[in-house]
């Protein structure tokens, strides 16, 4: 019997340190750092960086439902990005770095829509979060793939990513590989 597969594609910033966190999570199979919700097709890293595009940095997860389930994945997301700060995380500025759920069918959008509710409550600013049917996907270049994986040691690595990775690894213990 083939296993299942389902597919969440989630913009919380730097495209790094989503997949860094998600990389780590059971049942998160694949991780894919790229493109979406834009109007440029094969976009370049550098026509998304100039904020010109439209397009967010997200990751795309291929997950196994049997063993995380989307309402989880959301859960580790609006733990490690803010999901209150307009087109922004940290110092990383722009509409590249918004929050965006892009949902893959009605049950993702309904599951999203009641978690964005219940986590509301536990920011004292509104929620900014996109939440919006997937668009087309792109691939990010090749060196973003496995970024923190392949440069721990660089300084964006270090300063930015190794906290949201120690916050979800806290925080989430149950759910490491």
Request: glycine share 6%; hydrophobic share 35%; net charge negative.
């Amino acid at each position: 019997m083939a296993k299942r597969q389902e597919v969440a594609t989630l913009g919380g910033g730097c495209f790094w340190c989503l997949e860094a966190v998600y990389d780590e999570v059971q049942g998160v199979e694949q991780v894919i750092s790229g493109y979406a919700g834009g109007k440029v097709d094969n976009p370049t890293y550098q026509q998304v960086s100039s904020g010109n595009t439209g397009h967010a940095e997200v990751v795309q997860l291929t997950y196994d439902p049997d063993v995380i389930s989307f309402r989880e994945i959301l859960e580790i997301f609006f733990v490690i990005h803010n999901p209150t700060t307009l087109n922004r995380q940290g110092a990383d500025v722009g509409t590249q770095y918004r929050s965006a759920i892009f949902y893959h069918d009605e049950e993702q959008q309904q599951t999203a829509k009641e978690v964005m509710a219940e986590v509301a409550e536990a920011w004292d600013d509104p929620l900014v979060t996109e939440l919006s049917p997937v668009p087309a996907f792109y691939p990010a270049e090749d060196y973003h793939q496995d970024y923190y994986e392949n440069n721990p040691a660089q300084p964006y690595c270090q300063v930015v990513i190794r906290p949201k990775l120690a916050k979800f690894r806290k925080t989430f213990s149950e759910k490491r590989k």
